[in-house]
């Protein structure tokens, strides 16, 4: 993303205008505009014109269309971001008050305007920043599979987006009982010869179209880790297969990537089992610097210090805030772990509760504020926990206890993409 104007206000109000240049931009628009926003981009528009005979006739123009925001539909599959809303200013083919929806577009600028007291606070403003660093964090490629099975999936600083997936049907390996006559042991291995080369042939399939799929995805002249993950000896069968068709082929490109193949085990070879993949020490010394590892290693000690039970970790609205304002998230180890889907609510009060405890734990406290994507695993790990939890510096007993009866959170249904809270 690029930022071509900024211009913000005393009270918290202003505008920017945004330049996406790639589809990871579209998931950092969808959680930086929100209802009752302006929002001014390039539009396509069906004008009906009525000659004067009393005939009508249908045209499409391009133009451009000031909207206020109502709503919004992002497809994470495709990274394609539409918003709809009534149109706030008048033009030559569209009157104040008609509805439109904008599909925001890659490489054409869109200018979004806050009204209000604190619109543009520091977690929208954190948002810009981070979408407009040039060094974000690279995409990480990872193919999880089994016999017959790939999940393709790219990780960004971001998101975990699921490319393809691919199935290709294996023969199953067939026996047959044991015997001590000589002609029917002769058959038995004429039977267990062709039932292996029928699975050799269908697993020589399968790799290729997982090749396939995968060259149609990742661009050869960029050097990323590609992780490859199985249970078994899949993903190193993979692994070789990839290597020899570089080698047969002569396809330098495809060789050069050797040094980026990452072969782990895994579970099994569904999306999931990412997670586990992620843990590992040699993907986590490839990924150390990446902002996905670093949140996944938060997640990992929250947990650890959750089976613990000592104090040192809680979950929740009401029992985090309560460690906040005993000053136990602060300098000298204190984190705040919160889901991105808690700053999309609807209700700007309920937006501006999360905002002022974000802003106390980092500019009061001193502490560690993590803000964790619902697209990766480690913020779906978070949001199964209400999408807010803490790392204390010091135990605090009880959190939950103090206010029996006391609503758990003043989120309502349906605010939070679905977390409950």
């Known amino acids: ?27 950092y628009a969808y959680n930086l505009i929100r209802p009752k926003d302006l929002l001014r981009a390039s539009a396509i528009r069906r004008v009906v014109t009525e000659s004067a005979t009393g005939s009508t006739s249908s045209t499409r123009v391009h133009t451009t269309l000031s ?13 394609q971001l539409h918003v709809s809303g009534r149109i706030a200013e008048e033009t030559k083919f569209t009157k104040v008050g008609q509805y439109h929806t904008l599909d925001l577009e890659l490489q054409r600028n869109f200018t979004l305007t806050k009204d209000g007291e604190e619109a543009w606070d520091s977690v929208a403003r954190g948002i810009i920043k981070e979408a407009c660093d040039p060094v974000r964090s690279a995409d990480v490629w990872a193919v999880v599979m089994q016999e017959g099975l790939a999940n393709l999936a790219v990780l960004t600083g971001a998101r975990t987006v699921l490319r393809q ?11 047959g009982r044991a015997s001590d006559h000589d002609k029917v042991r002769t058959k038995l291995w004429l039977v267990w010869r062709k039932a292996y080369a029928e699975v050799a042939k269908g697993l020589e399939k399968f790799f290729q179209t997982t090749l396939d799929t995968l060259l149609r995805q990742v661009d050869l002249n960029e050097s990323k880790p590609i992780l490859l993950a199985s249970p078994g000896f899949t993903a190193s069968s993979f692994q070789k297969f990839i290597i020899d068709t570089a080698s047969r082929t002569g396809n330098k490109a495809l060789m050069a990537q050797k040094a980026n193949l990452v072969v782990v085990h895994s579970s099994s070879g569904h999306l999931h089992a990412l997670n586990e993949i992620l843990q590992t020490p040699e993907v986590t010394a490839r990924l150390k610097d990446t902002q996905y590892a670093r949140e996944g290693k938060l997640m ?7 089976r613990k039970d000592d104090g040192r970790a809680w979950y929740g609205p009401n029992e985090v805030e309560k460690a906040v304002e005993k000053g136990a998230v602060g300098r000298g180890g204190g984190v705040l772990l919160i889901s991105n889907a808690l700053f999309r609510a609807q209700d700007v009060a ?3 509760r999360w905002v002022r405890l974000v802003d106390k734990v980092r500019d009061v406290e001193g502490g560690e504020v993590r803000t964790l994507s619902s697209e990766h695993e480690s913020g779906k790990r978070l949001n199964g926990l209400g999408g807010i939890a803490a790392i204390l510096t010091f135990p605090l007993d009880d959190l939950d206890e103090e206010d029996e009866g006391e609503e758990e959170s003043e989120i309502p249904n349906g605010n939070t993409n679905g977390i409950r809270v």
């Open 1 to 27: 993303m690029r930022l071509i104007k900024q211009n913000f206000e005393r009270d918290g109000s202003g505008l920017v205008t945004l330049f996406p240049e790639e589809p990871e931009d579209m998931w």
């Open 165 to 175: 997936r691919v199935e290709v049907s294996i023969p199953r390996k067939r026996g």
């Open 67 to 79: 909207i206020r925001v109502e709503s919004l539909d992002f497809d994470p599959q495709s990274s």
């Open 300 to 306: 990992d000690e929250f947990m650890t210090l959750l």
């Open 350 to 352: 309920i937006r501006r």
